[in-house]
């Protein structure tokens, strides 16, 4: 009986409140993150790291774009003028683009990895202030944290494929320039909010498969919070500077969705 209580509740639940649910968490999770200044800094330390390593590889296909896209779009040389130009200039937006994507999914991952201490710190900050017990799955903190930069990696490594259809895609009339663009910042956002919320869902006792279980039980509330945090980063130092607050929003994101699939499953 509860649980088909649970699903009921679940189906009325309308997709626009479930995004103003995911998008309200990042904004409490800023909140949380600035009234903790010393664990606000810890945060920022190893994503501007991270953003360090990073940006050369961005700087460089920013800077070398116009000869990116003239080789890329080879066929195009015998082309008018007007159409070969329309053409390149097509192919540098679909670049930029999924560019950006990889970019801000593999940042994630490689800042998750470099500061997973900081992070749980921050995550167990926000559980404790929330009365959420701590669980101790028995294992050292090294095997977490290698479990941790595995799973990152695995999640990284899938936006690439990704990442070079939507680029492909963004070649396509009107669609490309429309349809894509939105279809990346879904995409990131779903992303990132399984990437985010390792360390809250382990903490409850979810591997990624079970992560992913939870979050598309909630699908519109993760994507609100994903897409919020995937434009957010993509603001110049938006991903140093929020990067606590973003995963102290995935916690609290994880806390709301884990008691609603407890309540189903009840």
Same mark, same amino acid.
């Given at each position: 009986m509860g649980q088909v209580a649970g699903q009921a509740a679940g189906a009325a639940r309308r997709p626009a409140e479930e995004i103003i649910t995911g998008v309200r968490a990042f904004l409490r999770g800023a909140a949380l993150s600035l009234g903790k200044p010393g664990l606000f800094l810890l945060g920022i330390l190893p994503a501007g790291l991270a953003f360090g390593l990073l940006a050369g590889v961005v700087i460089t296909v920013l800077v070398f774009l116009p000869q990116e896209t003239a080789t890329l779009t080879w066929f195009a040389d015998s082309w008018t003028p007007g159409l070969r130009t329309l053409t390149r200039v097509v192919a540098g937006l679909a670049l930029v683009g999924g560019v950006g994507l990889v970019s801000v999914l593999v940042f994630t991952a490689l800042t998750l990895t470099l500061?997973? %201490?900081?992070?749980?710190?921050?995550? !167990?900050?926000?559980?404790?202030?929330?009365?959420?017990?701590?669980?101790?799955?028995?294992?050292? *903190? *090294? =095997?977490? *944290?290698? +479990?941790?930069?595995?799973?990152? &990696?695995? &999640?990284?490594?899938?936006?690439?494929?990704?990442?070079? #259809?939507?680029?492909?895609? !963004?070649?396509? %009339?009107?669609? !490309?320039?429309?349809?894509?663009?939105? $279809?990346?910042?879904?995409? !990131?956002? *779903?992303?990132?909010?399984?990437?985010l919320s390792g360390t809250p869902?382990? =903490?409850?006792?979810?591997?990624?498969?079970? +992560?992913? #279980?939870?979050? =598309?039980? =909630? +699908?519109?509330?993760? $994507?609100?919070?994903?897409?919020?945090?995937?434009?957010?980063?993509?603001? %110049?130092?938006?991903?140093? $500077?929020?990067? %606590?607050?973003?995963?102290?929003?995935?916690? $609290?994101?994880?806390?709301?969705?884990?008691?609603?699939?407890?309540?189903?499953?009840?």
């Open positions: 500061g997973g %201490p900081f992070y749980d710190m921050i995550s !167990g900050y926000v559980d404790d202030l929330n009365g959420v017990p701590e669980q101790d799955d028995g294992l050292p *903190w *090294w =095997r977490d *944290w290698a +479990r941790g930069a595995v799973e990152s &990696l695995r &999640l990284a490594l899938f936006a690439v494929p990704v990442g070079f #259809a939507l680029f492909l895609a !963004g070649f396509l %009339p009107a669609v !490309g320039q429309t349809v894509v663009p939105v $279809l990346g910042a879904l995409f !990131g956002g *779903w992303m990132l909010a399984l990437e869902f382990s =903490r409850r006792g979810h591997a990624l498969a079970g +992560r992913r #279980a939870v979050l =598309r039980g =909630r +699908r519109w509330a993760t $994507l609100g919070f994903g897409t919020a945090v995937f434009v957010a980063f993509l603001i %110049p130092l938006g991903a140093v $500077l929020l990067m %606590p607050a973003a995963v102290a929003g995935a916690t $609290l994101l994880a806390g709301e969705l884990t008691e609603d699939s407890t309540a189903r499953d009840g």
